[in-house]
């Protein structure tokens, strides 16, 4: 009998006078046990037995609105609520999660109840989703994976434990070329001169600044935006930038400030290279006396920069120039391939906020304490500025 299935019905009169209703039902860990029910006249004892099997589980559900009968749209509602009731990740990871349930799995498996999501269905669909992209296949991968998470209790097992890994042809991240950034850095610079400039608000110089602070810290773009002037000292032997923080922006909300990165792990100081600190200190001079908690970078009303803006700004400009396919993470790329081609990796691990060489390995080569300042000198010898 297939699982939570019951046979035959067979009645019988008790030495009471009372009429027992028995039969066999398949439980949910696979044995098959005899159960049984008792009423005034054979059809209520039937009746008695039927619904006791309709209740029938060896872990009740810790939602008892939900059944394997349930549908998997059901499920995913319960999920997103449990998930705000833990209150544990963030929002951004939260928004996300929703995201990629409502685009990538809702629209294959809202109709399924949940005994029909199996291994095999779930393999499938992983696949079909990475013909079109690893990045959709690991997305939809996850959500799926946590919201038939075994904890609710309402399947024996998660089907997603034995699907097949996700298999992606190694791949050498894009990184710039020395002579490549100083193509990048003159065209910018030719945009901010505003030469060409014809209608609007002219350039404010925060873009070509921004790119100096990506190369000279390996900082995100949504770090570099969140520096104020408290994290910046560039009145030492060594100036130094402490990256605490990063720019956050959602649907329906304003854009803010988050006081930490997108790790804790990743708070650290970073020496800067000489490239960097003359940059930030070109910035302080344009600002010029701004509060400690002010951002070094502002809209003109005074708010957050918002990432989309910057990376739509860098599109713009490179795409005038006729440059293409650059994003704000590829300096970052370029910072550590350089870091570990004139080191070593771990000094590139070091640098981008990273524990393991594995992420490097796999994502970016083609804490607390200050970062070595030999990884400044040694950025100042890969990307300082052509003296023309």
Request: net charge positive; with cysteine; charged share 25%.
């Amino acid at each position: 009998m297939t699982i939570s299935t019951f046979g035959d019905v067979t009645i019988r009169v008790t030495p009471s006078g009372r009429f027992e209703a028995r039969t066999r039902y398949r439980d949910w860990d696979g044995q098959t046990r005899q159960v049984q029910a008792t009423g005034d006249t054979a059809r209520a004892a039937e009746r008695s037995l039927k619904s006791k099997l309709t209740t029938r589980y060896l872990q009740q559900p810790t939602n008892t609105s939900l059944t394997p009968d349930s549908s998997f749209g059901d499920l995913a509602t319960y999920w997103l609520e449990d998930i705000d009731m833990e209150n544990r990740i963030s929002k951004t990871t939260r928004n996300l999660y929703e995201r990629n349930m409502r685009t990538l799995v809702l629209p294959v498996f809202r109709s399924l109840t949940l005994r029909e999501i199996g291994v095999a269905r779930c393999d499938h669909f992983i696949k079909q989703l990475a013909k079109l992209s690893h990045s959709r296949a690991k997305q939809g991968r996850v959500v799926l994976r946590l919201a038939l998470a075994v904890r609710h209790e309402i399947l024996p097992s998660n089907p997603m434990d034995h699907v097949s890994r996700l298999y992606r042809e190694p791949h050498l991240p894009d990184a710039l070329t020395a002579p490549e950034v100083n193509v990048i850095r003159a065209a910018i610079a030719r945009w901010e001169s505003a030469v060409n400039h014809i209608s609007g608000p002219k350039p404010d110089g925060q873009l070509g600044a921004i790119i100096e602070l990506m190369l000279g810290t390996s900082a995100r773009i949504g770090g570099v935006l969140a520096i104020r002037r408290r994290d910046v000292d560039i009145t030492s032997a060594i100036p130094s930038i402490r990256l605490a923080g990063t720019i956050v922006s959602r649907n329906g909300e304003q854009t803010f400030r988050q006081d930490h990165p997108k790790t804790a792990k990743s708070r650290r100081v970073v020496a800067l290279p000489t490239f960097t600190a003359d940059a930030v200190r070109r910035r302080l001079a344009k600002v010029g006396s701004i509060g400690l908690d002010e951002l070094l970078f502002q809209s003109r009303d005074g708010t957050p920069l918002t990432t989309a803006n910057v990376r739509r700004q860098l599109r713009h400009v490179l795409g005038g120039a006729g440059i293409e396919d650059v994003t704000p993470h590829m300096f970052r790329r370029t910072v550590a391939t350089a870091v570990n081609a004139n080191a070593n990796i771990e000094l590139a691990a070091e640098l981008l906020g990273h524990t393991d060489t594995k992420i490097m390995v796999q994502h970016y080569i083609q804490r607390s304490e200050l970062v070595n300042p030999a990884t400044a000198a040694l950025l100042d010898r890969a990307f300082a500025p052509d003296e023309d």
